[in-house]
């Protein structure tokens, strides 16, 4: 993404204004940083623990100094490129490279260049190679987080089948590790967009039981990431619900010296975020846009996400009857649709703006040059997100 900084005089007041005076024809990415520095805040303040900020899910620099402004002063990273990126905006940064499978060479550029001290593993392999290329400097603080592997879950994007050691291994890693750690630690993810607050208690006793057969000391207990946010088709319980699950089934297991440690990214930064689009044709119910699933509109694709729609037609009035519409991305792939359903006024056609809201999480980042097509330009606007209107009942905490 390439960030638009307009001369403070030049921000435009809202996104309403900036299709009524540039009538764009390409997309545009808008990010409201006090949106998400707002998020940031809220949740460094309710979870009982430390807050990393999963660097993955919006890289932006606008995003992430936002989540800086909000109280984060440490950052989840998954490759040297975002290591260095984070270092470079925030130098006082603690920075943790959480990937299970790092290249040697980050690894030790991470280590020696970067001031990273904390690294994930989960092979016998992976243990050598980070203590192979970390055995110079102040190995008297190295950090080795075991990432625990859990079975398939109900997330809405399931990251069970990739990473993690299995229950029966994890405890021989830990005892593996634990002589050459500063900080002994697990860590586990139960999925992005998890709506049950109970998979966290469930996946925290598991880690109980590893620790307790390893038979040696941890200091760490992360929790992962995966906090969901409101969709029209999902309304998950409230943070407090999952803040709560977890400190409960944190304190059972009795880990006084155990401090906790959390990786949001989608609650953090996914109301702070939409994309503009301009309609190019009509089809009855589908409307071809300028941006699609190889632009920000991934989740929109297969994983069948749908967000917060309105449409903006400057100086026009739009019918008040609305109707459910499908969209299809600019690309010549016949996989480049979204089937929504999208809902709008009943009248949208060819040249009218639509803008899609909760994308600040998982779309820019995820773009594509294919076709030719570039990615959305990003700008700052203060608007408020847009509202998600809920088609879905509540999800209940099972008793």
């Not at 403070?8 to 009524?20: E, K, M, R």
């Not at 809220?42 to 606008?62: D, H, W």
């Not at 639509?354 to 995820?366: F, K, P, R, S, T």
């Not at 408020?384 to 999800?395: F, K, M």
């Amino acid at each position: 993404m390439t960030l638009i900084r307009p001369p403070a005089a030049h921000i435009l007041p809202s996104v309403a204004d900036l299709v009524a005076r540039e009538r764009p024809e390409a997309p545009i990415y808008c990010l409201r940083p006090a949106v998400i520095a707002a998020a940031a805040g809220e949740f460094v303040a309710a979870f009982p623990g430390r807050t990393l900020y999963a660097v993955k899910c919006n890289p932006e620099p606008l995003a992430l100094r936002a989540i800086w402004d909000g109280g984060v002063r440490h950052f989840d990273c998954a490759s040297l490129a975002e290591v260095a990126l984070v270092r470079d905006l925030f130098p006082q940064a603690g920075i943790h490279f959480m990937h299970p499978v790092k290249a040697r060479g980050a690894i030790r550029a991470a280590w020696a260049q970067h001031g990273v001290r904390d690294f994930a593993f989960d092979t016998p392999e992976e243990l050598a190679k980070i203590l192979a290329e970390t055995a110079t400097g102040p190995v008297s603080d190295r950090g080795l987080i075991l990432r625990l592997a859990l079975g398939k879950g109900v997330a809405r994007h399931d990251l069970s089948g990739k990473f993690g050691a299995a229950p029966e291994a994890a405890a021989a890693l830990l005892r593996a590790a634990r002589p050459h750690a500063a900080r002994l630690g697990v860590t586990f993810h139960v999925g992005s967009q998890c709506l049950d607050p109970l998979a966290w208690r469930r996946a925290i006793a598991l880690a109980g039981e590893v620790v307790r057969e390893a038979g040696v000391p941890v200091e760490v207990l992360d929790v992962g990431g995966g906090f969901p946010v409101a969709y029209p088709d999902q309304s998950p319980p409230p943070l407090g619900a999952f803040f709560a699950e977890i400190e409960a089934a944190f304190e059972a297991l009795d880990l006084p010296e155990v401090a906790l440690w959390a990786e949001p990214g989608r609650a953090l930064v996914a109301a702070g975020g939409s994309i503009v689009l301009q309609v190019q044709q009509r089809r009855d119910g589908g409307l071809f846009v300028n941006d699609g699933v190889y632009g920000a509109l991934s989740d929109a694709g297969a994983p069948g996400f749908r967000f917060p729609t309105r449409l903006l037609r400057p100086g026009g009035q739009a019918a008040r009857i609305e109707r459910d519409f499908a969209l299809f991305g600019p690309t010549c792939d016949s996989a480049d649709v979204m089937r929504g359903p999208f809902r709008l006024p009943a009248d949208t056609a060819e040249g009218d703006w639509i803008e899609l809201g909760q994308l600040g999480a998982y779309a820019a980042c995820l773009a594509t040059p294919f076709n030719g097509f570039a990615a959305a330009r990003v700008v700052a606007v203060p608007d408020r997100p847009l509202p998600v209107r809920h088609d879905a009942p509540p999800v209940t905490l099972a008793a």
